[in-house]
């Protein structure tokens, strides 16, 4: 740990970087009853602290190193640190981006004059890409997050957090993807000031370093979620396992839902729109304070990035009423007579603020209700829901069901008395020019699509709803072009929301 720290202190990371502020969120403090602070490292010069340890490694090469070249792998803010990082040094770059990269970010990273190769649909398979280009020319590889100078200039955000607080902090929140980020943060508080708890914090759906300190030893996560794609890391690197294993104090985890409504507070307290990866630390913090009842503490949360998509925004808004709890969701089953749906309206939702109403007739017995409502979370959804089931309305809590918020609340048409062999699948697809065509031209020719919902979030992959008339003896076939596709995928024709509504 000593090389780190002395490491930390004689980075070259100002060359590149500059000292980000340590605002009070004010609006959040009152909220929260705590003191909470935003370290806005969405203010770099390449809207991410990730050109701290780009540059640190790169100014640190050799010149032998230096003249060979720099190559690196990376969907965003890592590649946009080591192009910078290159230009202003003078080196040639070279960046291998997945063919899913968005072009925001792909105009980003050439605007620096790097060289840019496009391959793969994901971050693992550009780096293979890369590793392989890197033999064939000799160039001088910058990892994202496993290199001790990589992670000495990312834990500079520890020095400065100590100096700008005077060293009178309680918890520092810190997102995670590599580990890189609180791997230095970590070593550096614990040196210097062991009582600052140091919390990191994942998504759910990435969560490769909280699976690797449960079980204590690098973890290889199957998939990786996709909003947060600025964390999105299968496996964390070894010396950022071991340093944190070491030092951090905890992982949390948070949903998309949180991510959102985090993204919202930061928002209305700074005016600027991080990404969601860089909203992490935060969501984090508030899922904390409810949790632990903390009060009066001084909160630290990083803001690690704004490299966001302005199209994703429409996905953020309307997640956002979940994540802060906002908006419940609930399926209900109605009688299907004359004056049942004004009788509904009258007795339940008379005095509730609506934020969704969908009506469709199931059969000549029985009618669906799909509707969000306004009325706050966790005990007040029970309330709710037990006022339903005493009126004796057949009730579903949705608000939680990944499959109504993403799909099913933006369809139409209801139930086929035809597809009557239908099975139900959530894809993720890569968003580039092909993908789609490629899964139908694939598919079985016996198999008949009797349903298909797509709506395009902004992000580097698309998810896909689909519906499957598939013969039975087709089973086999089924999995082998599943697997063969390569995309992730998950079964949901037992799903409630759907049964209800659509089977």
Not at 20 to 29: D, I, K, R, V
Not at 73 to 87: D, E, L, P, Y
Not at 347 to 359: A, L, P, Q, R, S
Request: net charge negative; proline share 3%; aromatic share 8%.
């Amino acid at each position: 740990m000593q090389e780190i720290i002395r490491q930390i202190l004689t980075s070259k990371v100002y060359e590149a970087a500059i000292e980000t502020p340590l605002e009070e969120a004010t609006g959040l403090s009152a909220e929260l009853n705590n003191r909470i602070l935003l370290k806005r490292e969405d203010l770099q010069p390449v809207f991410s602290f990730k050109l701290r340890g780009a540059y640190n490694k790169i100014a640190h090469l050799s010149d032998k190193e230096k003249g060979r070249g720099i190559i690196a792998a990376s969907a965003g803010n890592h590649a946009q640190g080591v192009a910078f990082s290159a230009q202003k040094l003078g080196l040639k770059s070279l960046i291998v981006m997945p063919l899913t990269t968005p072009q925001i970010k792909i105009d980003a990273v050439k605007a620096f004059g790097t060289e840019i190769v496009l391959y793969g649909d994901n971050y693992s398979e550009a780096a293979e890409r890369c590793r392989e280009i890197q033999q064939e020319t000799g160039m001088t590889y910058i990892h994202p997050f496993d290199d001790e100078l990589v992670i000495a200039g990312q834990g500079t955000v520890a020095d400065e957090l100590l100096r700008q607080s005077a060293g009178k902090l309680d918890v520092v929140f810190v997102p995670v993807g590599g580990g890189g980020l609180i791997a230095g943060i970590a070593a550096y508080f614990k040196a210097l000031s062991p009582d600052v708890k140091v919390i990191g914090v994942e998504p759910v759906d990435s969560d490769a370093m909280y699976q690797s300190l449960q079980n204590g030893k690098r973890v290889t996560l199957d998939s990786v979620g996709i909003f947060a794609d600025g964390v999105a890391v299968q496996k964390i690197g070894e010396l950022t396992f071991e340093l944190c294993r070491q030092h951090v104090d905890e992982i949390i985890r948070v949903t998309t839902d949180e991510l959102c409504g985090a993204i919202k507070s930061i928002y209305q307290e700074t005016r600027s729109i991080v990404e969601p990866a860089g909203a992490l630390a935060i969501a984090g913090l508030k899922q904390y304070v409810q949790q632990k009842s903390l009060d009066g503490k001084t909160l630290v949360a990083i803001n690690s990035g704004a490299n966001m998509n302005f199209e994703r925004l429409r996905y953020v808004s309307e997640r956002t009423q979940t994540g802060e709890g906002r908006e419940s969701l609930f399926a209900v089953t109605i009688p299907e007579k004359s004056g049942a749906l004004r009788h509904f309206c009258n007795t339940i939702m008379g005095k509730v603020d609506i934020t969704e109403f969908n009506y469709r007739l199931a059969d000549r017995s029985q009618a669906q209700l799909f509707i969000g409502v306004s009325i706050g979370s966790g005990s007040a959804r029970t309330e709710f829901a037990r006022r339903l089931n005493d009126e004796d309305y057949k009730t579903i809590d949705l608000t939680d069901n990944e499959l109504a918020k993403t799909h099913l609340r933006y369809m139409i048409g209801g139930r086929s008395a035809e597809a009557n062999r239908e099975r139900l699948f959530r894809f993720w697809f890569p968003e580039r020019p092909g993908a789609l065509t490629k899964f139908l031209a694939d598919m079985g020719k016996d198999w008949n699509i009797s349903l298909f919902h797509y709506r395009s979030q902004g992000g580097e992959f698309g998810r896909v709803l689909i519906g499957l008339e598939i013969p039975d003896q087709n089973e086999k076939q089924l999995k082998a072009f599943f697997d063969n596709l390569g995309y992730h995928y998950i079964e949901e024709t037992d799903d409630p929301a759907y049964q209800l509504f659509l089977h």
